[in-house]
Each structure stands twice: as structure tokens, then as C-alpha cells.
């Protein structure tokens, strides 16, 4: 099945980021799963102020990570990171679990620029 890990890491160093990524991917590759790629996105603002691990976060460092793996290691992956103090927010998103679902699926994931002309008409 193919799964997208779209995780928000507190701001500050880069290789906080680096670390969590890094071995969230190897927790997918042991478990027998394949890591498609990463996507960087970098600091963005959060919709709104986020208090977790007793501290006040209005930004954060996104990142994405596809990925193929069974269902139990989704779980993993999801029970691990919710115990990280470094992390803020993460989702994990089932994308497809049949070949032709997911068969030309990238591991990049582009940031879709907003359509300036729709913003203008509103």
C-alpha cells in the first residue's frame, strides 16, 4: 500500500528534521516497505498556534514522505513519531493499495502554486 507521511517538525535546526526523516524511513525499509522519496517544504506558518509537549508553536517545519509498506508498519511509523518530542503535527495518508492506483505515483510532492487570478475574482 502506498502511504504519505506529511509531518510537521518544531522550527530551529535542520538536522532535527534530517534525523526524524532519516529514521522514520528506516523504520519503513527494516519493516520491508520501500521509501519512494522526500519532499522538503521548509518553515511554513501554522493555521493556528499549536501547544504540544507543553510548548507554544505558530510555526513549523513541514516535510513529506511517500512510501510502500504493510498496514501494521503505518502504525509503527505513526506510534513512533507520537512519542517525539520534536515533532508538532503528523498525518498519515493511505493513497492507493491497488498496482494501478499507485503505479505512477512520484516520490516528489510539488507545492501547488495558488491561482492568483481566482484570488482576484473573489
Do not use: C
Request: aromatic share 8%.
Amino acid at each position: 500500500m502506498l502511504y504519505e507521511l506529511i509531518a510537521v517538525v518544531r522550527p530551529g535546526s535542520l538536522n532535527e528534521v534530517r534525523e526524524i526523516a532519516r529514521n522514520t524511513g528506516i523504520q519503513v525499509l527494516r519493516s520491508g516497505g520501500v521509501v519512494r522519496g522526500y519532499t522538503n517544504w521548509g518553515i511554513f506558518r501554522l493555521p493556528s498556534p499549536t501547544t504540544k509537549h507543553q510548548a507554544r508553536y505558530t510555526d513549523g517545519h513541514h516535510f513529506i514522505m511517500r512510501f510502500d509498506s504493510a498496514g501494521p508498519v503505518q502504525s509503527a511509523v505513526r506510534r513512533t513519531l507520537s512519542l517525539d518530542p520534536r515533532m508538532i503535527r503528523f498525518s498519515v495518508v493511505k493513497l492507493g493499495d491497488k498496482l494501478e492506483e499507485v503505479k505512477d505515483a512520484g516520490g516528489k510532492v510539488e507545492w501547488k502554486k495558488f491561482n492568483r487570478s481566482l484570488a482576484d475574482s473573489i
